[in-house]
């Protein structure tokens, strides 16, 4: 790797875009998306960037151009946040349950209303059955670089599923950052042309995209799912050989901390970087604790996960997404529930925080960890911050 | 020539050329009498196996696709119901790209994108208009059967007045459908795409000469293809082609082109027919009453001497 440039995150995104030699760009801009889809633009009208750029009228069309350059066999890329990825809603299930390794970069924000273009989980956690790859970024270096190992994974023929990159928006987006750019040449070592199973060829005529009768559908959905539930090892494996090139681990689920620590806060995206901070101030403090990072968050690493948690005797899982009416946020349903069948669970706490991009600070994790301790939260979930004068 | 440099040697399809060759094989699932796939064959026909279609959820989608039976013979794709201009967008975005990066051996293919009239006037015009606006080398067919049938007969924004469907049903308060049908060829020819044709699979040299035209010259364009539908308009299967016929001879459903901006009428009908021998060949217009019938005659007329004089004003 080279030595480190500051760059906004967004410009190094659209960097990796580039590095991976996309044929198609389909997108639409919203915030805080457009950095990247803008500076993709700028490249394909220099000639620095060989693809077709399609200005589409939505993010509907920008999904479904995405479907249809990928099954003509062009490797593909969008972006999107919000309201735009719950306009293409409709269309994530047929990409996926066409099996098109489309990659996109979803800048995490709120959904409406009230409208608000700052960060939280809300939109990414509304499409989380969507039957796609979803993994988290926790700063601009792993964004860019994940979203060069995207391509790999997802054109991979034992997955052949498309993926989505979740970078928290603003944050994440926005901030300037050291980032180290990788050779050229090294991409093009790691990732091949894309080389796809079926494409739309006059040669070889294929029907996609047929009637579903109900004989066939639980099949067809059931080998998407087996797809999917595939994709873990592949992740890994491409992460790995990822590691070994370029000396960055990537593992699907992280921990960090105390060797053996009593409690861990368990995070998704950028948040990581401020639990950590609060991490090490309080084991200073003499306390033991640590952090558990989910990386990979569809398919969701079951093993990885319980291995990391497996010495552990409470957990603290913040969610940045709310599940209204349910008994905790997404994340921590999803912890709950996998932690039911197991002989020994932690104590379980959720922390619903940082919705519409209100600040969460290295004070407030403290704040979370003493409450934890003293008993303090609610046992089903707690939304952090609310003003009592709201 | 024929108003179109890319029309230069362009070669009419006659009744001694029509290619013999079908697309869309026999044992598709349409009803009886479907003038629909009648027309998608026909499209087919012209457009030959170095073709791709994306086809908008609807009849042509259903019954041609029941998995893992399939009626097609070039590559197809079903996406959803009002996205299909989107999808063939990507297509020929991605082909372009590969072709340019030599990784697309052969001639690039015609794409198609395929839907019924509430797949192109209701839900999927914003796509259609994206995509026509951005300038896409694809031709968009509308095949219109003036309602949603493949959900039962529901009315669009196509379907013609009068007609009862089972969201615009006649009643003590309802003439059945209360809105004049949606102008989408003008729609579409507001774009300044460089070719727009309305077309009736009872006229088919016209049809065909009109698919291959738009495949021919380069950029966007659209057919708007009338498509008898025996079952969503209570009419006789073995009268489709009848019932077609009359359309044009009404003035019902006329037949021009529009090619860079000039109009031409492609079928001029001397003496009209009265509209009432077209309506009374179809139950969903059983109910009208002689004053009913009459306001449809004026205003057909009225809408055929507006073509008229824009095919007069265009040529001038
Ligand atoms: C988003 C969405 N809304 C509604 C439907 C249900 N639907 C499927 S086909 C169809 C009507 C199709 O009508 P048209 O486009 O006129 O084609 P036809 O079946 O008449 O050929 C409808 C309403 C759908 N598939 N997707
Ligand atoms: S309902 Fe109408 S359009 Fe649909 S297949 Fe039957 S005849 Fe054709």
Redesign the interface.
Known sequence: MNKAKGLEVSLAIAEAVKQADV??V?AYPITPQTHIVEELSVYVANGEL???Y?????E???M???????????R?YTATSAQGLALMH??LF?ASG?RLPIVMTVANRALSAPISIWNDHGDIMSERDIGWIQIFAENGQEAYELTIAAFKIAEDHRVLLPICVNVDGFILTHMIEPINFIDQNEVDKFLP?FKPAL???????????????PE?YIE?RKQCEQALINSKAVVSEVLADWGQRFNQKYRLIERNGAASPKTVFITMGSMGETTMTAVKELEESGQSLGQVRIRLWRPFPKEEFLDAIKDVEEIIVIDRALSPGSHSGPVAQEIKALLYDQPQKPKIHNIIAGLGGRDVTVKDFKKMYEMARNNELDPNYTIWGVRSDA | MLNHPGLENFEKITTKNIPTENYISQGHRACQGCAEILALGMVMKIAGPNTIVANATGCMEIVTSPFPQTAWKVPWIHVAFENTAAVASGIEAGIKALKRKERFKNDPPHVIAVGGDGATADIGLQSLSGALERGHNFLYVCLDNEAYMNTGIQRSSSTPYGASTTTSPTGSQSIGQQTWKKDLPAIAAAHNIPYVATANPGFHLDLMNKVKKALTIEGPAYIHIYSACPTGWRSKPEKSIEISKLAVQTNVFPLYEIINGRLTITKKINKPKPVREYLKTQRRFGHLSDNDINFIQQRTDARMAELQSLESSSQE
């Open positions: 044929d198609v389909a060989d693809a077709e399609v200005p589409v009228e939505s509907h069309s920008a479904s151009a995405a479907v249809g350059s990928s099954a003509a066999g062009a593909t409709e269309i047929i066409l042309p494409t739309l060829d006059p040669e070889k005529p294929v029907t996609m995209g047929p009637v579903g009768v066939v067809s």
